[in-house]
């Protein structure tokens, strides 16, 4: 039998625990081995690097949907404290220093959460897809992530899913973070909206950057490995040369197997591998 860990003994061990990683968090960030990003500019800068949009309110299986409604008031809150923010070359963006911390007081609703005993509510849930669309931006850019917290698990089947399965990031206040770095000559900036029940967003930059990126999923399919059934493929980032449309480099980002926690019967039949 393996000893639990500290943290796993009760609530209340759970609860110290956090609190020591965020007080981490904060030592971290006191020591100053990051800039932060932290100006804004309402000009937007003039090239759009990347554009994307994800749907608001989504009908899942086993979710109140007063929790996705909620989602849409946290989101709209987190676009007001990201949008136009502007990274400057060696500056680090990270997604807790610009969105502070989410509570009732704040004007923050209950919305679905991911913890560690699976799904549930808290003040903010939801916001994590700001977090995914940001990620998915600096992606298809030349910008550096310095910190990423992958989700382990295959929580819902796709409704219109527009990304591949995989290049989310979790987000838990403040030692979960989502950061990037800007490691080139150049200012970004990052805009963010709700419009029409979708949450919008674009990375720009002062100059176009010579390379453009492109996110493909290969040998996508689920498997069924003693009583579960895992949700399995990678996911390639391809960089290509502007100039003439040539892969230059194909690097692998994330290589995925994920438990399946929804209801098996919803797996298309027709994706499912028993080799």
Same mark, same amino acid.
């Given at each position: ?18 609190? +020591? ?13 990051? +800039? ?68 009732? +007081? ?9 913890g560690k005993n699976g799904l549930g509510s808290g003040f ?76 919008c967003g674009e990375l720009r930059c002062e100059r176009e ?67």
């Amino acid at each position: 039998m393996s000893r639990r860990l500290f943290c796993e003994i009760s609530p209340t061990c759970y609860k110290l625990s956090v609190k +020591k990683e965020q007080f981490k968090r904060v030592l971290y960030d006191l020591s100053g081995k990051e +800039k932060i990003a932290r100006e804004k500019n309402r000009e937007l800068l003039p090239d759009i690097v990347k554009s994307h949009s994800s749907i608001l309110l989504r009908r899942l299986v086993g979710v109140d949907m007063k929790l996705q409604e909620n989602k849409v008031t946290n989101i709209k809150l987190a676009c007001g404290k990201i949008d136009r923010i502007v990274i400057k070359p060696g500056e680090t963006f990270s997604f807790w220093k610009t969105v502070g911390k989410v509570t009732k +007081k704040g004007g923050y609703k209950e919305g679905l959460i991911i913890g560690k005993n699976g799904l549930g509510s808290g003040f903010g849930g939801g916001i994590c897809q700001m977090a995914n669309m940001i990620h998915w931006l600096v992606l298809n850019s030349p910008l550096s992530v310095t910190e990423l917290h992958h989700h382990t698990d295959a929580l819902f089947p796709d409704e219109r899913r527009r990304v591949p399965f995989g290049t989310g990031t979790s987000v838990l206040y403040n030692y979960l973070d989502y950061r990037f770095k800007n490691t080139t000559d150049q200012n970004v900036q990052l805009v963010a909206w709700v419009e029409d029940g979708e949450l919008c967003g674009e990375l720009r930059c002062e100059r176009e950057f010579p390379f453009r990126y492109k996110l493909v999923e290969e040998d996508h399919h689920f498997r069924k490995e003693g009583d579960r059934y895992y949700r399995i493929s990678q996911v390639y980032r391809l960089v290509i040369e502007r100039a003439t449309g040539e892969v230059v480099k194909k690097e692998l980002v994330l290589d995925n197997h994920s438990l399946v926690m929804y209801d098996c019967e919803l797996i298309p039949k027709d994706q499912i591998r028993n080799d």
